[in-house]
């Protein structure tokens, strides 16, 4: 049997060797699906037909049929172009219905390159699962009329906050270059409960957590993975470089993730009055794994206030909007890559959740 084959999307930073021919419609990329050169098929219809037949068998061969299923250079094929014809075809994802999310971005800056945007909570960044035309990025397209924009970075379609998106495709990969080579600081702040005497608990900040955080394909919450004692006190953001012009890609051994973790104040939360007086936290992350601010306040016995997967993942269920992840990516900042300038975007919004007493953990 043939394994099942990668499906690739534009808003996906992942390398595509060739641009796609058909555009962006309705504010989404073409899929491309990459077909075997040699098989027991006999054409590519046939191919599609076996791998994804189960799911719409009439809908796949009138996509052929109405010249919807194209190859590189856009020529259309018919459920009789033979198996090696075409090593990628690209076609238009059917997208379902989808009820409005009841949550609203807004526009931080413009310019000729950027767009820089404050994600509200329960959006995602880009189209995934359920949520294509409810993704930020496809909403933005559709906005402001602009099929090219790309996200440079994502954010959980929990968190809220600063989210950047290149509108020029010619000057992307400088800005791209920024994240891929950690010269971005990244400032985030969140909200949780204190089960100890706040003042008590202010005496153990600031400090920097590190682990080492591995994220497995399929699995929804990533896992912490012990190392020998002999690794450990190593500072994992100081051994990424970049050799050869590559980035590194063997293992660093011991921790592999680092956050530096401050507690800015701390006191009752007008939302949860009944409840134990609540801390805000500043967070700088040194390294960027999966859900890696998420685990170290678990770690701490701070779990993020309405996080349903971190110490313990909860069971699925609809979104209630009125308890949202207390995580905001705050601020972002970097030399600008095209003219040298510092660059400083922050969020307008505020935690819900916060202290209101805004007592200083901060002597």
């Given at each position: 049997?043939?394994?099942?084959?990668?499906?690739?999307?534009?808003?996906?930073?992942?390398?595509?060797?060739?641009?796609?021919?058909?555009?962006?419609?309705?504010?989404?990329?073409?899929?491309?699906?990459?077909?075997?050169?040699?098989?027991?098929?006999?054409?590519?219809?046939?191919?599609?037909?076996?791998?994804?037949?189960?799911?719409?068998?009439?809908?796949?061969?009138a996509r052929f049929r109405d010249g919807e299923v194209v190859d590189a250079a856009g020529v259309p094929l018919s459920?009789?172009?033979?198996?090696?014809?075409?090593?990628?075809?690209?076609?238009?994802?059917?997208?379902?219905?989808?009820?409005?999310?009841?949550?609203?971005?807004?526009?931080?800056?413009?310019?000729?390159?950027?767009?820089?945007?404050?994600?509200?909570?329960?959006?995602?960044?880009?189209?995934?699962?359920?949520?294509?035309?409810?993704?930020?990025?496809?909403?933005?397209?559709?906005?402001?009329?602009?099929?090219?924009?790309?996200?440079?970075?994502?954010?959980?379609?929990?968190?809220?906050?600063?989210?950047?998106?290149?509108?020029?495709?010619?000057?992307?990969?400088?800005?791209?270059?920024?994240?891929?080579?950690?010269?971005?600081?990244?400032?985030?702040?969140?909200?949780?409960?204190?089960?100890?005497?706040?003042?008590?608990?202010?005496?153990?900040?600031?400090?920097?957590?590190?682990?080492?955080?591995?994220?497995?394909?399929?699995?929804?919450?990533?896992?912490?993975?012990?190392?020998?004692?002999?690794?450990?006190?190593?500072?994992?953001?100081?051994?990424?470089?970049?050799?050869?012009?590559?980035?590194?890609?063997?293992?660093?051994?011991?921790?592999?993730?680092?956050?530096?973790?401050?507690?800015?104040?701390?006191?009752?939360?007008?939302?949860?009055?009944?409840a134990p007086p609540v801390g805000l936290f500043r967070l700088t992350p040194h390294t960027g794994k999966t859900h890696?601010?998420?685990?170290?306040?678990?770690?701490?016995?701070?779990?993020?206030?309405?996080?349903?997967?971190?110490?313990?993942?909860?069971?699925?269920?609809?979104?209630?909007?009125?308890?949202?992840?207390?995580?905001?990516?705050?601020?972002?900042?970097?030399?600008?890559?095209?003219?040298?300038?510092?660059?400083?975007?922050?969020?307008?919004?505020?935690?819900?959740?916060?202290p209101v007493t805004r007592d200083s953990a901060v002597s």
């Amino acid at each position: 049997m043939w394994p099942s084959p990668k499906l690739l999307s534009g808003a996906d930073h992942l390398p595509v060797p060739q641009k796609s021919p058909l555009p962006v419609r309705n504010g989404v990329n073409a899929t491309r699906l990459r077909v075997p050169p040699t098989g027991p098929w006999t054409t590519i219809h046939a191919y599609v037909q076996e791998t994804f037949g189960h799911i719409d068998p009439a809908g796949i061969t009138a996509r052929f049929r109405d010249g919807e299923v194209v190859d590189a250079a856009g020529v259309p094929l018919s459920t009789e172009s033979p198996l090696g014809a075409a090593e990628f075809i690209w076609y238009y994802r059917s997208l379902p219905a989808e009820s409005p999310l009841p949550v609203q971005e807004e526009i931080l800056c413009e310019d000729e390159h950027l767009l820089v945007v404050d994600k509200p909570h329960f959006l995602p960044t880009t189209p995934a699962g359920r949520y294509v035309q409810e993704s930020l990025l496809v909403r933005l397209r559709h906005r402001l009329n602009m099929p090219d924009l790309v996200p440079i970075h994502r954010l959980d379609r929990g968190t809220a906050g600063v989210v950047i998106f290149a509108k020029n495709p010619k000057t992307r990969g400088a800005y791209q270059l920024l994240f891929e080579n950690r010269k971005v600081n990244k400032t985030y702040e969140c909200v949780s409960a204190l089960n100890d005497d706040p003042r008590a608990l202010a005496a153990r900040f600031p400090l920097t957590v590190r682990n080492r955080i591995e994220k497995i394909k399929g699995v929804v919450v990533s896992q912490l993975n012990s190392y020998d004692a002999a690794d450990s006190g190593r500072r994992p953001q100081d051994h990424w470089h970049r050799a050869k012009g590559r980035r590194r890609t063997d293992p660093v051994p011991g921790a592999n993730s680092s956050s530096r973790i401050e507690l800015l104040q701390h006191g009752p939360s007008l939302r949860l009055p009944a409840a134990p007086p609540v801390g805000l936290f500043r967070l700088t992350p040194h390294t960027g794994k999966t859900h890696q601010l998420r685990i170290h306040m678990a770690m701490l016995g701070l779990g993020i206030l309405h996080d349903r997967f971190y110490p313990d993942l909860w069971d699925d269920a609809p979104d209630d909007f009125s308890t949202p992840l207390q995580l905001l990516a705050q601020s972002l900042s970097f030399t600008d890559p095209l003219s040298g300038a510092p660059r400083l975007f922050t969020s307008t919004r505020r935690l819900e959740y916060a202290p209101v007493t805004r007592d200083s953990a901060v002597s």
